[in-house]
């Protein structure tokens, strides 16, 4: 073998660690970076809230959940790991909110919340979601008596992850 030949391959046993360790580094540094969009458990997409600016959170164009519940509530308690993990998957696709109504008080005064939980829907143009089979879906629909306008569709009592994410998915989320 003469130098020529022995050459290329010394060079490439060179060239490809280095590329490998900058690859690492750009990773790194990325990863690391201080200007993060906003971080996806703070402000309007946290989790848990003490009061619902349903404007605000409406003008992101995204399905709403709010579950007005308490943390020392059994069926809350149990609905908790679900509504976590929807939070956090969801991100960017739906806005899921959980509102301890024992420790907000007038959280709730503007919702009708007669039990804990309760769970209210809002589409992503921000209207009260409309169930195609309300009935089955155990959700109730509603309306001022003035004008018979739909305003809210809820559901009272703990639903399970399986009925959350049909729910969401009957109001387009993937």
């Known amino acids: 073998m003469n130098n020529k030949e022995k050459k290329p391959k010394s060079v490439i046993k060179i060239i490809a660690p280095i590329l490998i360790i900058v690859v690492i580094v750009g990773i790194f540094i990325l990863k690391s970076n201080p200007?993060?969009?906003m971080a996806a458990n703070t402000g309007d997409f946290a989790l848990?809230?003490?009061a619902i600016d349903l404007e605000?959170?409406?003008s992101y164009g995204l399905p709403i959940v709010i579950d007005f519940g308490a943390d020392s509530?059994?069926?809350?308690k149990e609905m908790a790991p679900v509504l976590k993990e929807l939070n956090q998957e969801m991100q960017?696709?739906?806005i899921v909110k959980f509102?301890?109504?024992w420790k907000n008080k007038n959280a709730a005064d503007d919702y009708p919340v007669q039990v804990i939980p309760t769970q209210f829907y809002f589409d992503k143009e921000g209207n009260p979601?409309?169930?195609r089979d309300a009935e089955t879906m155990q959700m109730m629909l509603y309306s001022t008596k003035d004008t018979n306008?739909?305003?809210y569709t809820a559901h009272q009592g703990g639903m399970t992850e399986e009925q959350l994410r049909a729910v969401l998915k009957e109001m387009g989320v993937e």
Do not use: R, W
């Open 35 to 37: 200007e993060k969009p």
């Open 48 to 50: 848990e809230a003490t």
């Open 56 to 58: 605000q959170l409406k």
């Open 73 to 76: 509530c059994i069926p809350c």
């Open 92 to 94: 960017g696709k739906a």
């Open 99 to 101: 509102v301890d109504v």
């Open 129 to 131: 979601f409309v169930p």
């Open 149 to 151: 306008k739909h305003v």
